[in-house]
């Protein structure tokens, strides 16, 4: 049985960072696709980055504040998240796709498994 256990959330002043967990058990983080979205308040989810083999990928506008990386020995996957924003603030989710074309890599519907998110606030 596959889990995703997100942590690291929290409260942080604009400006701060956050490095948020993933811990996978079940299945190892490098294999298929790992990806972390977010949904804010009243919005969809969005794609925010993704392992897929050995590549990332990111959402133009969080590319350069954002960094998806990995620890295989730990199983775990990370978010570091630099000069936050308000705009930031969300529900962050780590997910897992068994099989995922590239071309859908930014598809949520895709993905087969969720963690059960953690909350990131950011203050003004």
């Known amino acids: 049985q596959v889990q995703l256990v997100e942590s690291g959330g929290g409260l942080v002043q604009a400006g701060g960072s956050l490095r948020l967990s993933c811990a996978a058990s079940?299945?190892?983080?490098?294999?298929?696709?790992m990806g972390w979205f977010r949904q804010a308040p009243g919005k969809e989810r969005e794609f925010i980055a993704a392992?897929?083999?050995?590549?990332?990928y990111y959402t133009d506008s969080m590319k350069g504040r954002f960094t998806i990386s990995r620890d295989n020995a730990k199983n775990t996957m990370f978010l570091q998240m630099n000069s936050l924003t308000p705009e930031d603030t969300a529900v962050y989710y780590c997910?897992?796709?068994?099989?995922?074309?590239?071309?859908?890599?930014?598809?949520?519907?895709?993905?087969?498994?969720w963690g059960q998110g953690t909350q990131v606030t950011v203050s003004s």
């Open positions: 079940g299945r190892p983080v490098s294999t298929g696709t």
């Open positions: 997910a897992a796709a068994q099989r995922l074309l590239m071309s859908n890599i930014r598809d949520q519907d895709r993905y087969d498994y």
């Open positions: 392992w897929r083999s050995s590549s990332t």
